[in-house]
């Protein structure tokens, strides 16, 4: 499959994972140095840690939102290349990122569906309100809303919750021309399954660019593999002018 195939005004749906903030400086979560070889996701990614040690959680993520809210990680080639396409393309142009970090944004795209939630952001587990948030959060903090105590948490989708936006992500994966994975394992449900929804319920080619083959290599129609910031803009760039 080539890219000179796909309809210029079609829908392009974009599947983006840590790979993709690698090379900003973020770290990945399964590669050998990744968050996951330096922490248990039982400790700090799941509600049950929430509620047995609330205050190890929040740190965990303080360290991140410091990470990035220091100002020092800056989108890369990659999250550029991906605003260009939006602004572009002729069709739409959906970003689906499993990230938590603000890269895409930053970037310049503007079509954005955090499925895993955004650390910049807090939510009120008792209210529900949601507020953007960049210092440290402590379980003393009281929601600005409903004044709960020890009810404010990361907005982050954590292992065995609900990711956000499903319904609307399964509808674009089956109405678009082109779904592209950039800089994901396929290990996490349930985006590993995105490729095999498009296969299955959709029409549209499918591609992998990676660092390497993911778990679901093999259900790709192409698969580019290098870095994000060399495979990303020249993808990008065929797709325009081919
Ligand atoms: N360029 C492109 N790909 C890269 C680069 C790079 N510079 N560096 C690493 N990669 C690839 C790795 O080869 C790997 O396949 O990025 C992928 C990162 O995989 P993971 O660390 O598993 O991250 P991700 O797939 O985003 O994890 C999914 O799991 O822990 C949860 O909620 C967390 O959203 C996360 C989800």
């Known amino acids: 499959m080539s890219s000179t195939n796909i309809p210029k005004d079609g829908t392009i749906v974009i599947l983006t994972g840590?790979?993709?903030?690698?090379?900003?400086?973020?770290?990945t979560f399964r590669?050998?140095?990744?968050?996951?070889?330096?922490?248990?996701?039982?400790?700090?990614?799941?509600?049950?840690?929430?509620?047995r040690?609330?205050?190890?959680?929040?740190?965990?993520?303080?360290?991140?939102r410091k990470t990035m809210a220091s100002g020092n990680i800056k989108p890369n080639a990659a999250h550029h290349a991906l605003a260009r396409l939006e602004k572009?393309?002729?069709?739409?142009?959906?970003?689906?990122?499993?990230?938590?970090?603000?890269?895409?944004?930053?970037?310049?795209?503007?079509?954005?569906?955090?499925?895993?939630?955004?650390?910049?952001?807090?939510?009120?587990?008792k209210c529900n309100m949601v507020l953007?948030?960049?210092?440290?959060?402590?379980?003393?903090?009281p929601c600005t809303e409903c004044s709960a105590q020890g009810a404010l948490r990361p907005h982050v989708v954590w292992f065995g919750e609900m990711p956000f936006y499903i319904e609307e992500i399964y509808q674009a994966l089956e109405n678009c021309v082109l779904f592209i994975s950039i800089g994901t394992s396929g290990n996490v449900y349930p985006a590993a399954g995105f490729v095999s929804h498009v296969r299955r319920?959709?029409?549209?080619?499918?591609?992998?660019?990676?660092?390497e083959p993911s778990d679901g290599a093999s259900t790709f129609h192409q698969s580019i593999y290098g870095a994000a910031t060399e495979i990303v803009p020249t993808y990008v760039e065929e797709l325009l002018t081919s």
């Open 18 to 27: 840590a790979g993709i903030s690698k090379e900003s400086g973020l770290d």
């Open 31 to 51: 590669d050998a140095d990744g968050l996951w070889s330096k922490v248990n996701i039982e400790d700090v990614a799941t509600p049950e840690a929430f509620m």
């Open 53 to 64: 040690n609330p205050k190890m959680v929040q740190e965990f993520y303080n360290a991140r």
């Open 88 to 125: 572009e393309w002729g069709g739409e142009v959906v970003i689906v990122t499993q990230n938590i970090d603000d890269l895409h944004e930053q970037g310049g795209s503007d079509k954005i569906l955090h499925m895993h939630g955004e650390m910049l952001k807090i939510r009120c587990e």
């Open 132 to 141: 953007p948030w960049k210092e440290d959060l402590t379980v003393e903090v």
């Open 201 to 211: 319920y959709g029409f549209g080619q499918t591609v992998e660019l990676n660092l």
